[in-house]
């Protein structure tokens, strides 16, 4: 593409202002001590005690030094001094840094010192934060093939299974001796804390053919013992549970991919018939949740608690057909681990798109006093190779970096730019002076309030997604598509892992809503009770709630989470939706049918002639509302859409701030819209404030309380607001 440029033979306006007045190293011989704290509002990366914004750099992990060194320059150049790097244990890609484990104990650690020492000479105020694989190399494998993941059909995955023991202590040994010697080295002092990064892509997937493993001597070994753990030790307890006389722990195998693709009542495998699979997916989270948290505390226990330690993690509502990541509450648990990463969802990141993050639970992270880091690995227009989600032109790049760095202005989180896709995909003039002014509105924000403003609470039940299987495109619609829709409907929102419910320190909202809470027990069902049974506050219930229990399936369990007698029946029912009552507020935006290509199995319909009816399916209620003396309950059976999601926070008496459904998030200082249509834009704002719009750089207004643009498709406005 015109301004490819992977030589850079081109040096941009930026960096030569900035080579030719190369700044001093501020960092020196440290010592550098870094933290996660809670800091106007939002959870901010500390260094030496200074809140600092965290907007980070990574250079293609493929690349030489030399290439790398002139990317990170580019990034020096437009202000950012924290940057992260791969440091490959297993894979040779290119020339990326890679070869450098050579035994039990063994290394050759000058590959990494080299690596270190190109990213500080691009930028002498560098801060690294260095992703450490924890695949072990091909010696290893050959020498301890029963340790090693294995398919159904016997044949061997790439790596190590996260299920060996073996595995776990040759990882904490290397892992000791990396952070031992960067801890010790001359560069210490650039080091701002450590990325343990297992399984497939760094993301802790499991390695091998998908709903296919493990079939590893050493995963079946652990696998037996968990269970033991899990029954403690009693093995009729395991025969009722699974309703099979034969199990037992010394026999138990993982299930088939045939059996992991059955779902017996529907969308849901049945508690019983369906529990060996559910079982073996409870364990294959627990094993990725237990390694993460070692991993994270060896680097606190080497250095001595002083830098910080995080992981990708938290992908339960968009990674779908993944085992192994409905472990988020054991890690969100550890002290340990102080950040999680994600990068931004590849589905919709296009421009004009919502552009959400992959792991999505930002709440749940501010709750537990953790950081979350977006990795924007963005195939801009000048990556050469032509796929759905690059970028066709310069302007579209501008606006989707500026829609990430939106999105971390107004949710509180933060950042890193991720050059994966090529070393020189944001070698352009235009990029990096975006980048630059970018950087400069973060930098300016660290002393803003940014308090969250939402209103509204989305809650994801991980241990319901374990009864869920087969029919994934309904899962999707529940899950993932529902949140895409969200992000759309005008109005900030806070997401959750449902345990936190029961969390004294969960904020109050007017509206809760429950995307997934299938199967819940009678102590999660009490503390859902405290919460939204009060002070007029508002409960929405999608689909089932409440009708998985340990044994089958319950009418009375829905009833008694929603307060609205629900019945199920026995015909599957089409995912469309007529409306019955256009003027209520919560449909009154809605269009009067609408059909998504979907089947409900099993179907359900309100039977409560205390409910309002606002919509059916094939003539019966499947969109209520129940209004009881102190607080409100909504049913639909469907997933929910922006219309009526919008229509549930006017309902809910929450502020509105865009009616437009584009791509929208706001706190107390900043308000973010990306635009997926062109026309008249309107932000509403709670109050009045002086407005600046920081894309353009115009002042917008003074004392204003309401924002009024006629744009494009796909451009980001940021605006701050200061209040009087």
Same mark, same amino acid.
């Given at each position: 593409?015109?301004?490819?440029?992977?030589?850079?033979?081109?040096?941009?306006?930026?960096?030569?202002?900035?080579?030719?007045?190369?700044?001093?190293?501020?960092?020196?011989?440290?010592?550098?001590?870094?933290?996660?704290?809670?800091?106007?509002?939002?959870?901010?990366? @500390?260094?030496?005690?200074?809140?600092?914004?965290?907007?980070?750099?990574?250079?293609?992990?493929?690349?030489?030094?030399?290439?790398?060194?002139?990317?990170?320059?580019?990034?020096?150049?437009?202000?950012?001094?924290?940057?992260?790097?791969?440091?490959?244990?297993?894979?040779?890609?290119?020339?990326?840094? @890679?070869?450098?484990?050579?035994?039990?104990?063994?290394?050759?650690?000058?590959?990494?010192?080299?690596?270190?020492?190109?990213?500080?000479?691009?930028?002498?105020?560098?801060?690294?934060?260095?992703?450490?694989?924890?695949?072990?190399?091909?010696?290893?494998?050959?020498?301890?093939?029963?340790? +090693?993941?294995?398919?159904?059909?016997?044949?061997?995955?790439?790596?190590?299974?996260?299920?060996?023991?073996?595995?776990?202590?040759?990882?904490?040994?290397?892992?000791?001796?990396?952070?031992? @010697?960067?801890?010790?080295?001359?560069?210490?002092?650039?080091?701002?804390?450590?990325?343990?990064?297992?399984?497939?892509?760094?993301?802790?997937?499991?390695?091998?053919?998908?709903?296919?493993?493990?079939?590893?001597?050493?995963?079946?070994?652990?696998?037996? #013992?968990?269970?033991?753990?899990?029954?403690?030790?009693?093995? #009729?307890?395991?025969?009722?549970?699974?309703?099979?006389?034969?199990?037992?722990?010394?026999?138990?195998?993982?299930?088939?991919?045939?059996?992991?693709? *059955?779902?017996?009542?529907?969308?849901?495998?049945?508690?019983?018939?369906?529990?060996?699979?559910?079982?073996?997916?409870?364990?294959?989270?627990?094993?990725?949740?237990?390694?993460?948290?070692?991993?994270?505390?060896?680097?606190?226990?080497?250095?001595?608690?002083?830098?910080?330690?995080?992981?990708?993690?938290?992908?339960?509502?968009?990674?779908?057909?993944?085992?192994?990541?409905?472990?988020?509450?054991?890690?969100?648990?550890?002290?340990?681990?102080?950040?999680?990463?994600?990068?931004?969802?590849?589905?919709?990141?296009?421009?004009?798109?919502?552009?959400?993050? *992959?792991?999505?639970?930002?709440?749940?992270?501010?709750?537990?006093?953790?950081?979350?880091?977006?990795?924007?690995?963005?195939?801009? @227009?000048?990556?050469?190779?032509?796929?759905?989600?690059?970028?066709?032109?310069?302007?579209? %790049?501008?606006?989707?970096?500026?829609?990430?760095?939106?999105?971390?202005?107004?949710?509180?989180?933060?950042?890193?730019?991720?050059?994966?896709?090529?070393?020189?995909?944001?070698?352009?003039?235009?990029?990096?002076?975006?980048?630059?002014?970018?950087?400069?509105?973060?930098?300016?924000?660290?002393?803003?309030?940014?308090?969250?403003?939402?209103?509204?609470?989305?809650?994801?039940?991980?241990?319901?997604?374990?009864?869920?299987?087969?029919?994934? #495109?309904?899962?999707?619609?529940?899950?993932?598509?529902?949140?895409?829709?969200?992000?759309?409907?005008?109005?900030?929102?806070?997401?959750?892992?449902?345990?936190?419910?029961?969390?004294?320190?969960?904020?109050?909202?007017?509206?809760?809503?429950?995307?997934?809470?299938?199967?819940?027990?009678?102590?999660?069902?009490?503390?859902?009770?405290?919460?939204?049974?009060?002070?007029?506050?508002?409960? +929405?219930?999608?689909?089932?709630?409440?009708?998985?229990?340990?044994?089958?399936?319950?009418?009375?369990?829905?009833?008694?989470?929603?307060?609205?007698?629900?019945?199920?029946?026995?015909?599957?029912?089409?995912?469309?939706?007529?409306?019955?009552?256009?003027?209520?507020?919560?449909?009154?935006?809605?269009?009067?049918?609408?059909?998504?290509?979907?089947?409900?199995?099993?179907?359900?319909?309100?039977?409560?002639?205390?409910?309002?009816?606002?919509?059916? %399916?094939?003539?019966?209620?499947?969109?209520?509302?129940?209004?009881?003396?102190?607080?409100?309950?909504?049913?639909?059976?469907?997933?929910?859409?922006?219309?009526?999601?919008?229509?549930?926070?006017?309902?809910?008496?929450?502020?509105?701030?865009?009616?437009?459904?584009?791509?929208?998030?706001?706190? %107390?200082?900043?308000?973010?819209?990306?635009?997926?249509?062109?026309?008249?834009?309107?932000?509403?704002?709670?109050?009045?404030?002086?407005?600046?719009?920081?894309?353009?750089?115009?002042?917008?207004?003074?004392?204003?309380?309401?924002?009024?643009?006629?744009?494009? #498709?796909?451009?980001?406005?940021?605006?701050?607001?200061?209040?009087?």
């Amino acid at each position: 593409p015109e301004g490819y440029d992977p030589e850079f033979k081109t040096k941009l306006p930026l960096v030569a202002s900035y080579v030719s007045n190369l700044p001093l190293d501020c960092v020196g011989d440290g010592p550098t001590e870094t933290s996660i704290e809670a800091y106007r509002g939002c959870e901010m990366l @500390h260094v030496n005690g200074q809140p600092v914004y965290a907007m980070a750099m990574m250079p293609e992990p493929y690349a030489s030094d030399e290439l790398i060194n002139l990317s990170c320059r580019d990034f020096a150049a437009a202000g950012v001094d924290l940057y992260s790097e791969i440091f490959w244990s297993w894979a040779t890609p290119r020339e990326g840094c @890679h070869g450098w484990w050579l035994a039990e104990g063994e290394y050759d650690f000058e590959k990494i010192d080299r690596r270190i020492e190109a990213i500080i000479d691009a930028n002498p105020n560098a801060l690294i934060l260095p992703r450490c694989k924890l695949n072990p190399p091909k010696w290893w494998l050959a020498e301890h093939p029963d340790e +090693v993941c294995r398919n159904a059909d016997g044949t061997p995955a790439e790596q190590a299974s996260p299920a060996s023991e073996m595995w776990e202590d040759a990882y904490e040994v290397m892992l000791r001796d990396m952070i031992r @010697h960067m801890e010790g080295s001359d560069y210490a002092a650039h080091i701002m804390g450590y990325h343990p990064a297992g399984g497939r892509a760094s993301e802790w997937y499991w390695w091998g053919k998908r709903h296919e493993v493990d079939f590893s001597p050493a995963a079946i070994k652990r696998y037996r #013992a968990w269970l033991g753990e899990q029954y403690d030790g009693d093995e #009729a307890a395991l025969r009722r549970a699974w309703g099979d006389e034969t199990a037992s722990f010394a026999t138990a195998q993982p299930p088939s991919f045939a059996a992991r693709q *059955v779902a017996q009542h529907g969308l849901f495998r049945d508690p019983v018939q369906g529990r060996p699979v559910i079982d073996y997916r409870r364990f294959m989270s627990a094993m990725i949740s237990r390694n993460i948290v070692r991993s994270c505390r060896i680097v606190k226990e080497e250095t001595d608690g002083r830098k910080i330690a995080g992981v990708f993690y938290g992908y339960s509502s968009h990674s779908l057909t993944q085992e192994g990541f409905q472990g988020l509450a054991e890690v969100l648990a550890s002290p340990d681990v102080d950040f999680l990463a994600s990068p931004t969802t590849y589905g919709t990141r296009r421009g004009g798109e919502p552009g959400r993050f *992959v792991s999505t639970y930002t709440a749940s992270y501010r709750l537990h006093n953790k950081l979350y880091w977006d990795e924007v690995d963005t195939r801009t @227009h000048l990556y050469p190779r032509q796929i759905t989600y690059r970028t066709d032109d310069l302007p579209e %790049t501008l606006s989707v970096l500026e829609r990430a760095v939106g999105y971390s202005l107004t949710k509180g989180t933060s950042l890193w730019w991720f050059l994966l896709a090529g070393n020189c995909t944001f070698h352009q003039a235009e990029i990096m002076d975006d980048i630059a002014s970018l950087r400069g509105a973060c930098e300016e924000a660290v002393e803003v309030d940014r308090r969250p403003v939402a209103e509204v609470a989305v809650f994801a039940d991980e241990p319901s997604m374990y009864y869920t299987g087969g029919d994934y #495109a309904t899962i999707k619609a529940l899950l993932t598509a529902t949140l895409d829709e969200a992000a759309v409907m005008g109005a900030p929102y806070d997401v959750y892992l449902m345990s936190d419910i029961a969390d004294s320190a969960l904020p109050d909202y007017k509206l809760y809503v429950f995307l997934n809470a299938f199967k819940i027990g009678e102590d999660q069902r009490r503390s859902i009770e405290a919460v939204v049974r009060r002070e007029g506050r508002t409960a +929405v219930w999608v689909y089932a709630p409440g009708y998985v229990t340990e044994t089958g399936f319950d009418e009375e369990g829905m009833a008694a989470l929603t307060g609205i007698a629900i019945r199920a029946r026995a015909e599957d029912a089409p995912c469309e939706l007529t409306i019955a009552a256009p003027d209520h507020a919560i449909t009154a935006a809605a269009p009067a049918e609408r059909r998504q290509n979907l089947t409900m199995s099993p179907s359900f319909e309100v039977d409560d002639p205390a409910a309002t009816v606002l919509g059916t %399916t094939e003539g019966r209620p499947t969109l209520v509302v129940r209004e009881f003396e102190d607080w409100r309950s909504v049913y639909s059976m469907l997933p929910l859409r922006r219309e009526i999601l919008q229509g549930l926070c006017r309902y809910a008496g929450i502020h509105v701030y865009s009616e437009s459904f584009d791509p929208f998030f706001a706190n %107390t200082s900043y308000a973010m819209i990306h635009t997926s249509t062109e026309g008249d834009k309107r932000i509403v704002l709670p109050g009045a404030a002086d407005v600046t719009e920081l894309v353009t750089g115009s002042e917008i207004g003074t004392g204003i309380s309401v924002i009024d643009e006629t744009l494009p #498709a796909g451009v980001t406005r940021i605006y701050r607001m200061d209040h009087p």
